[in-house]
């Protein structure tokens, strides 16, 4: 069973940055998948970014040119770099992980296997 770990939520102002991180303990995270989704109050999860096993990476609409998710160099951690962060933003952002070696694409469909239990993003003034 692959345990996810997200960390680096908080409160930030409009215009302000973030830097999630997906951690997998003892896990190299090199022949998984990983998508990131959020979950506003109310709302559906949706897919938010996704990045591949050969580091090919796709994003929503709402987030292109604001948010990039890359691999770390310590090959158990995935990050989402967010900047320019608007209060549409806010949201419980989780990571997800599918085993996929072969596969050069990414999905931000919600049909991973495995999942981390979400850190909280608020942007207000």
């Known amino acids: 069973q692959l345990q996810l770990v997200e960390s680096g939520g908080g409160l930030v102002q409009p215009g302000g940055s973030l830097r999630l991180s997906c951690a997998a303990p003892g896990v190299i995270l090199d022949n998984y998948a990983i998508g990131w989704f959020r979950q506003a109050p109310g709302k559906e999860r949706e897919g938010v970014s996704c990045i591949s096993v050969t580091r090919g990476t796709d994003y929503a609409e709402a987030v292109k040119g604001r948010f990039r998710t890359q691999r770390g160099s310590a090959k158990n951690t995935v990050y989402l770099q967010m900047n320019s962060l608007k209060p549409e933003d806010t949201a419980v952002y989780y990571c997800?992980?599918?085993?996929?070696?072969?596969?050069?694409?990414?999905?931000?469909?919600?049909?991973?296997?495995?999942w981390g239990n979400g850190t909280q993003v608020t942007v207000s003034s």
């Open positions: 997800a992980a599918n085993w996929n070696p072969r596969s050069p694409i990414c999905t931000m469909l919600p049909t991973y296997a495995y």
